[in-house]
């Protein structure tokens, strides 16, 4: 569980909701095509931003990535030719997801923020969650 | 006094040698004393690199404030020192080495060596692969040159020379245009260059003559022995890094570079706390609080043991019989994750790594035993079960046998399993008594691929 460290601005306990993940193709002449994860969530009235922190099995990130949007979007597969490869897709994928999650937490105006989401795993595809 | 170096940071120095404080202050009190000192500090506050020799250990700079230092934990082995350059911000783990017999050894700034890391800066190979290197342009006692924001992860080894984020450029994915290069977990790097942006899967190695060209990383247990192989993703040995990688690799980097200071101040407040069993630094996002091992329900501090257990580790066994089925080297390091629960141990073979992330990560049954450099690292499992918990603890059960250089990593290993010998398991689930043969990359539930070294 994230919890705030001292330093942190008060935390209201609310947490954000409405998450959803998914997974789509972009093909470019180069390298070749990229799958993107799509995390996204249901916008907090009265939120100024939302802070996405990186975790991995090293630990927890302490620099905030903030996001205007209730989205955030990271590559996580990419190859050479026109149309992803389902096999090497598949397994950068997965890797992928063994390596990296996300956790999001909403600022507020008078500059608390939400409790913390649950880990999202980067490359997995949850859908409505 | 500057920041550097503080005159409270001299008097602990001093009274950790046994020193008399009124004997410290007779000394400092003398003319030439006080000058020399100050001269001293003025070359340590100009300088970039330092030598981790003499008193420049654990804390390097001696004296940097948490926020300046690079920590070098005290059971790291370092051959030469004078040929040893340190930046700051660097964070060196239990038994990490940094052997520098006829060559040197450069880390740049906010890099970081895990447990178990190992820099050989002149590596005797045979002649026809030496012949590859020097090809290469890497002269033989070159030593390792390992660059900025570069991650040497648990039972990493670099043979020199080599160099390591040097060279190449800048790539898409990586926005905010610095770089890092991240060794993964008991991978290899002999005789080759890495480039900026670059990166080693876990098992993976990198030969003799090889350039790792910005952009690529080498697949789990592969073996990238020809340029051929680590430019042509078609070949099957590497692939295009992306943005989850990038993100992967900042956030590494800021856990250690919090890992230096945090332990430096860990340091600062008693020495003794940074030897043997002890307190992790707390002080982080996941792990606000200090705590000691519990053995056999014991809380315990022992400064005198030669292995390394930190922070909330609870082991069923008694700190007595540790001492009979724990090799050497071994760090057991709760200073994220905690706690980690370990049953009785059959044997604990020497360089064994425990590390995890996040609350209960970490279970381990009765009569386990473990193999020299297995690695074992906390973490959920949410791909092999969508519906569950992703929070879900890394399980290993009662029986099971991890081999020599296994690594074990966000998965449930069923009771009476065996890993076998340079094999990993990722996010999976294995059912009781499952065999994984030697040499073999299962990820997610299916064999990913063989370990090719």
């Not at chain 1, 990535?65 to 598949?90: I, M, W």
């Not at chain 2, 911000?89 to 740049?108: D, E, Q, S, V």
Request: proline fraction near 6%.
């Amino acid at each position: 569980m994230v919890t705030p460290r001292a330093d942190d601005a008060d935390n209201v306990g609310a947490s954000l909701t409405g998450f959803a993940s998914r997974l789509y193709d972009e093909v470019d002449a180069a390298p070749g095509w990229t799958t993107y994860w799509e995390l996204t969530w249901e916008p907090l009235p009265g939120a100024i931003e939302y802070l996405v922190y990186y975790a991995t099995a090293e630990g927890m990130s302490r620099r905030p990535r903030p996001t205007s949007q209730p989205s955030f979007r990271l590559s996580v597969a990419r190859g050479q030719g026109t149309t992803a490869n389902v096999a090497e897709r598949a397994a950068q994928l997965a890797l992928q997801a063994a390596q990296l999650r996300l956790v999001v937490v909403a600022r507020l105006a008078d500059g608390s923020i939400t409790g913390p989401s649950r880990l999202f795993p980067v490359g997995e595809a949850a859908g409505q969650g | 006094m500057n920041q550097i170096i503080t005159r409270r940071a001299l008097i602990r120095k001093a009274v950790a040698l046994g020193v008399s404080l009124p004997a410290l202050n007779a000394l400092l009190a003398q003319p030439s004393i006080a000058a020399a000192l100050q001269a001293e500090v003025a070359v340590t506050a100009a300088a970039e690199t330092f030598s981790p020799a003499g008193f420049n250990r654990p804390v390097c700079p001696y004296g940097a404030t948490p926020e300046l230092a690079s920590f070098i934990d005290p059971t790291v082995e370092i051959e030469d020192p004078r040929r040893v350059e340190l930046a700051r911000h660097i964070y060196i783990g239990p038994f990490a080495r940094l052997l520098a017999n006829g060559a040197p050894i450069k880390l740049g700034e906010e890099t970081n060596m895990q447990d178990n890391v190992l820099i050989q800066a002149r590596f005797v190979r045979p002649a026809t692969e030496q012949a590859k290197v020097t090809a290469l342009g890497l002269r033989e006692d070159g030593g390792v040159e390992i660059a900025e924001r570069c991650i040497l992860a648990h039972g990493a080894t670099v043979k020199g020379p080599a160099k390591i984020g040097v060279g190449g450029g800048d790539i898409a994915v990586d926005p905010d245009n610095d770089q890092e290069v991240f060794l993964s977990f008991n991978c290899e790097v002999d005789g080759a260059i890495l480039e900026r942006n670059t990166g080693v899967s876990a098992l993976g190695r990198v030969g003799p003559g090889v350039r790792l060209k910005s952009g690529f990383i080498v697949l789990p247990g592969k073996n990238v022995t020809t340029q051929a192989e680590a430019d042509d993703p078609k070949l099957g040995k590497v692939r295009l890094l992306v943005g989850a990688d990038v993100a992967f690799n900042e956030a590494v980097i800021e856990v250690n570079v919090a890992f230096a200071s945090e332990y430096t101040r860990l340091y600062d407040e008693n020495p003794v706390n940074v030897y043997g069993i002890n307190y992790d630094p707390g002080n982080t996002t996941f792990n606000h609080d200090r705590s000691l091992p519990i053995l056999a329900g014991v809380p315990t501090q022992d400064p005198c043991c030669c292995n390394r257990i930190i922070g909330d580790v609870r082991m069923a066994d008694s700190r007595a019989r540790l001492d009979q089925v724990m090799g050497e080297r071994i760090s057991l390091r709760a200073d994220e994750g905690e706690p980690f629960m370990v049953g009785r141990i059959a044997r604990m073979q020497d360089n064994v790594i425990f590390h995890a992330l996040e609350e209960a990560e970490l279970i381990v049954g009765n009569n386990v035993s473990y193999g020299n450099k297995a690695i074992v690292h906390g973490g959920g499992r949410p791909v092999v079960n969508p519906g569950s918990d992703p929070t879900e603890p890394t399980i290993i059960e009662d029986d099971v046998t991890l081999k020599d250089m296994t690594v074990v990593f966000r998965s449930l290993i069923g009771r009476g399993s065996t890993i076998g010998t340079k094999s990993a398991v990722v996010g999976s689930v294995l059912a009781p008594g499952t065999t994984i043969p030697d040499r073999t990359i299962y990820v997610n539930d299916a064999v990913f691929g063989t370990v090719e070294w």
